[in-house]
């Protein structure tokens, strides 16, 4: 190395987000079950919007984001103004962090928290700070007891991902009530199109100046390998981070087929009522043979074993048997196997493993 390398604060001390496995050596036809991809791919429609662009790729992608901003809000009802697209939700939460945390600052996060969070916190030289959940649900008060004068972000996934579970709007006001003045809430809904009647915290971002809320296509519409997301909160916040954003953060396939994928909202209602069906047998099949979870609102279950030995024993069984699952261990839950809801079939042979390993 000839030159000392000046490198910021918090960027060394990065533990690299680690995805699901996607692979088993040997094993050409595995399932993949941990990375929460919708089983039944995205919409057809979507697929051949993403087709019709190839004809168009020399093109720079729109700036504005317009066409699809306005579905957006006229499919959620939300001010196509304050929403902002990112290169999957992943880019807004690391605006917000570059955006309002810095060192010195600190971003709260639940227990069982996604992963993100942690990381863009640290890129951004702030603290990142791990609050403990009750029974795998967000507590609140431990929320409140953790803020500091140099809470800057709190983010809360609702649904959350690994643990499937929800935090009450009750909670919700409670917690944005009472944080402390120039600290912003992030609802993160990652999953909220899977929850029927659910707006995703997007009421909260209305009536309040504190909370953001961002959203996903790399869940219920399929989208995850294109990297779009979206944010919405209150203008001055939206207004900070459109700054962050490069003119083309999202590339032109990512929009056509996105707005595709949104229109289709035959295809999206087929996709959460085949996820409900599936996710309850799942998990009724897995309590009678020992393997409790809680009632999840996602599109995957948390499963528990007996301890972290009996889990990865298990996770060797599915292996085995062509089946990869998400261990998470680094979620501080060694115990348990989160399960992404497959199509019949999958959840047929996970249910068929794991009756196979506990009859051991
Ligand atoms: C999958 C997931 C996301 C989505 O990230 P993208 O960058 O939009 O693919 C965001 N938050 C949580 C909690 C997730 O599980």
Redesign the pocket.
Known sequence: MTTKLNIQPGIMGVKPYVGGVSKIEGNANAIKLS??ENPLGPSPKAIAAYQAEAGHLHRYPSESHAGLRELIAATYKLDVDRILM??????I?SFLCRAFAGEGDEVLYTEH??G?YQISARLSGATPVSVPEKNRVTDVDALLGACTENTRLIFL?NP??PTGTMTPDAEIARLADNMPEGCLLVL?G??ADFVYGFDGGAGFVEARDNVVM?R????IFGL?GL???WGYGPKDVMEVLSRLRGPFNVSSAALVTAKAALEDTEYTEHCRAENEKWRGWLAAELEKIGLPSDPSFANFILIRFKDEEEALAANAHMNENGLIVRMVANYNLPHAMRITIGDEQSCRQVVAALTEFKAG
């Open positions: 990375s929460n990112g290169c999957g939700s992943d880019e939460i928290g996604f993100m996934a959350n991902n993160d990652a999953y961002t996903t296509f790399s869940k995850g990297r779009i997301g």
